[in-house]
């Protein structure tokens, strides 16, 4: 670590591990009211539990971003972040939030639209920790040396505190309403988030490897612009079905294909840059992950998005358990493998000491990626079927769940070996031990 | 790629590409916007009740069980057009007491069945959401969803 102000970061990630935890055990419950669903209908209906399921992850997400951005600013500055005061206000601000919002949940206190369920005042609290967030790190960015990884890192903070905005806007109209929500929900995770993610991954390659930065920067431009090229009128395939013009049904097939591209360009970008690079970092966890966000990513989001993108396709897939297989393998991949990539690489640093518990660490990745690969293989079999028999021949709802209970009770297990993983990871990043339980490198001979 | 795609043009293509297609998105969004105000929403329909149905749908969270026009939680089924699914088109006195009756009867406590909570929502709540679900299955879906199942 070489600046002081970068140890904001750590109680950042602290936080994010927490909600990580709380996502992970609500997925797992949500995942068993699926096998047994009188499991707590009365105390804590699917609904809220689905809610705090996916809010927290958002949550945890974006503090890991936080996190990471006012671990990576310094050193790409070369100078403290500005005011370190702030940084830790607006925390705060954000715990509070956050804690607020799960409590108001679980009694039932919400907005109620997917995802932007959070009471009004927990709104506008991400709205204040946001502008403290971009002044602070703005103003760093502004006095200190600027760098290709930092512009893109702030360009994507900035958008998504920018397109956070339409939330606040529910008109009546159900078809107005879902066409805004898109531009948060969508312009998010496929745009503005995939240039954070794009900038992290550099940033990461640029330490593990040792590729000359210009080689690194020049990769960076291409893949944000191919995600925002793709990305932006990629929104159109939200926009088939919900009371919008004929006319996204081809601009968000053609442009949604293309989507694929920023996700492959990754991969190819942070295997052509380990080839490359010639040096041997010790954190090979570190590079672990961020090598696994790159592939994940490219399946989860890439491969598995283009599966049910066409309109074509979209017409009978549109709402089956095939979005659920394509969401959770798309989100593990890009944004939870990217955030723990980064807190395996900072973690050492933020604690002065060099890479520990490594191999710990690499059995969470097998064990998470393993399990996040299952699950979405058997929902996307039981997407299949149920496209089948609900879209195709017309059974209705409830007879065809009844008829892929075997799916849920294997996704079921998968999740399991998920929350493992994630429990696992959490022991090899937060309890740092004198000696390695495996140690990454075979003992010299005597 | 070498010599062509130096770093400043690659910054050049993203920033000019990126402003370029932002200006497309949002140019179609605002042609969309009114298409849902003129063509494909009964905007003019949009009753006080219809817009107090809504909060209904979102004071309890039906949305993080079941999906409206194919978007929420895949849990329940889907909304968008259950008006038709109870016959509204055709009897839609018998289709109001039916969804009314069924919201009422919550939950059913069958074993091994997904229950939906009771929200014990009021007379006027009641007939609010159907309102809205009868608004909502007339917007103009390019003909989704593919049959009556949802």
Known sequence: MKYQSQKIALYYFLAALILFALQVTMGLVAGWVYVDPGFLSETLPFNILRMIHTNSLIVWLILGFFGAAYFLIPEEAEREIHSPMLAYVQLAILLVGALGAVIGYVFGIHEGREFLEQPLWVKLGIIVAALIFLFNVTMTFLKGRKTAITNILLLGLWGLAIFFLFSLYNPSNLSLDKMYWWYVVHIWVEGVWELIMASILAYLMLKLTGVDREVIEKWLYVIVATALFSGLLGTGHHYYWIGTPGYWQWIGSIFSSLEVVPFFAMVLFTFAMVWKGRRDHPNKAALLWALGCAVVAFFGAGVWGFLHTLHGVNFYTHGTQITPAHGHLAFFGAYVSLNLAIMTYAFPMLRNRDPYNQVLNMVSFWLMTGGMAFMTFTLTFAGVVQTHLQRVLGENFMDVQEQLQIFYLMRFGSGLAVVLGALLFLYAILVPREREVISPIAAPAE | ?150
């Open chain 2, 1 to 150: 790629m070498h010599d062509f795609m130096t770093k400043s043009r690659a910054r050049n293509i993203f920033y000019g590409g990126s402003f370029a297609f932002l200006a497309i998105f949002v140019g179609l969004t605002v042609h969309s916007h009114l298409y849902i105000l003129e063509t494909s929403t009964d905007h003019e329909g949009l009753t006080e009740a219809v817009a107090r149905g809504k909060h209904v749908w979102e004071k309890h969270a039906c949305i993080n069980c079941h999906t409206i026009l194919g978007e929420g939680a895949y849990f329940a089924p889907e909304l968008g057009n259950v008006w038709q699914r109870y016959g509204g088109l055709d009897d839609p006195e018998g289709a109001r007491d039916a969804l009314k009756l069924w919201m009422q009867s919550q939950p059913t406590g069958i074993e091994g069945r997904r229950q939906m909570p009771n929200f014990n929502l009021n007379d006027q709540e009641l007939n609010d959401l159907v309102d809205f679900f009868e608004w909502v299955s007339r917007i103009k879906t390019q003909g989704w969803p593919p049959n009556e199942a949802g």
